[in-house]
């Protein structure tokens, strides 16, 4: 049986109500007392149910989302599986803001943390750009011992708590597998659209593309990689481009947003190239649908808001994280099965 708060009164000989004075510390308890409690709590090896105490106390938990501004598809639906956690935020005992940054900016970005440090939230999930003045900021908040998650796309030298995302080298590695099967030996080079080099989820990806490409599939020409910073205009111009300058492109690996404007490309190319695509959208869907695109490969947003306020809470509580609940999986949607919602899919799985 675990120790109680009872056991300690009795092995210090003090009242239940010092006891909690000490445990929350709370003043009006001598130093010599506080001693024989704290004494008390090793001896017995007590350890406080923090999470139950705070749901006793009905602790509220103030948290704070930094997300990319801008029109991208997917980001615009993480905001909204955000939204939907505030509209539970009264159960959850959640009391959740958003901040957004313009996309790709480390500065903004670590001066926007820097901005949430000095509201001592509970914790912090940020879309993070791989940047020195990013991870320092992100280390300040850890300083104050403020529990930091990146979404989506993860901070490298960091002392962040968590990664709430997909694997994204290994997201590159499935979508060339598909990009080899699908082309089966017809020759053509392979275009890359990307966002920004800058996130770590996009080079990941990136990574995990070539090197299959080149172990798997060796000869097959991969173009320099096409940065259209997740801007439908600045896609459909880069992909128009490469589609005039190299006709014989075989295929097209776009590993970040921007998929309007590469749709747009493809419309008015009328290019039959094999075209790998991330996130479920509206568009993405609906291009599936009319043979433009060949598969998708989505992360379920919803989830990652859900695991990302879970382990906050967690590390807020000095609690564990179920590590198996909190994997992010990568879905493969091809023509053929598509959910039957034109909402972007919602999984259930991750609620053990």
């Known amino acids: 049986m675990r120790p109680t708060v009872h056991d300690i009164a009795a092995a ?9 004075r000490v445990l929350n510390l709370r003043p009006g ?10 004494q008390a709590i090793e001896q017995i090896g007590f ?64 001066n926007a943390l820097d901005q949430a440090r000095l509201s001592h939230p509970a914790g912090v999930a940020v879309v993070a750009v791989d940047s020195p003045e990013v991870a320092a900021a992100v280390n300040r908040l850890r300083t104050d011992n403020i529990p930091v998650v990146t979404l989506v796309s993860d901070l490298a030298g960091s ?5 709430a995302g997909i694997d994204n080298a290994a997201a590159g590695r499935t979508a060339a597998g598909l990009m080899g099967r699908f082309l089966r030996g017809r020759p053509g080079p392979i275009a890359i659209l990307a966002g920004s080099m800058l996130v770590r989820d996009h080079r990941e990806r990136l990574e995990g593309f ?15 990689v096409l940065e259209g910073h997740d801007d439908p205009v600045e896609a459909e111009r880069l992909v128009g481009q490469a589609l005039k300058s190299h006709p014989d492109i075989a295929g097209i690996y776009s590993l970040g947003a921007g998929n309007r404007g590469l749709i747009a490309a493809l419309k008015a190319h009328q290019s039959g190239a094999s075209v790998i695509a991330h996130e479920l959208t509206p568009h993405t869907r609906k291009a599936l649908k009319d043979g433009l695109i060949d598969a998708v490969l989505n992360q379920d947003a919803g989830h990652e808001v859900r695991s990302a306020i879970r382990v906050l809470k967690a590390k807020a509580d000095g609690q564990a994280v179920l590590s198996a609940q909190e994997r992010i999986r990568i879905d493969i949607f091809l023509k053929d099965n598509l959910p039957f919602d034109d909402a972007a899919p919602a999984s259930e799985g991750d609620d053990i």
């Open 210 to 224: 070539r090197s299959l490409i080149e172990t798997e599939f060796p000869g097959r020409m991969i173009l320099p």
């Open 29 to 38: 308890v001598r130093a010599a007392t506080r001693e024989k409690v704290e």
């Open 159 to 163: 002392a962040r708590d968590h990664f």
């Open 12 to 20: 210090a000989g003090v009242s239940l109500a010092t006891v909690d």
């Open 47 to 110: 350890v406080r149910d923090v999470a139950a105490a705070n749901l006793a106390k009905s602790r509220v938990y103030p948290f704070i989302f930094i997300l990319p501004s801008g029109d991208n598809s997917f980001m615009r639906g993480l905001e909204t599986e955000i939204r939907a956690a505030i509209d539970r935020s009264v159960f959850e005992r959640t009391q959740i803001s958003i901040v957004t940054v313009p996309a790709f900016d480390g500065p903004a970005l670590a």
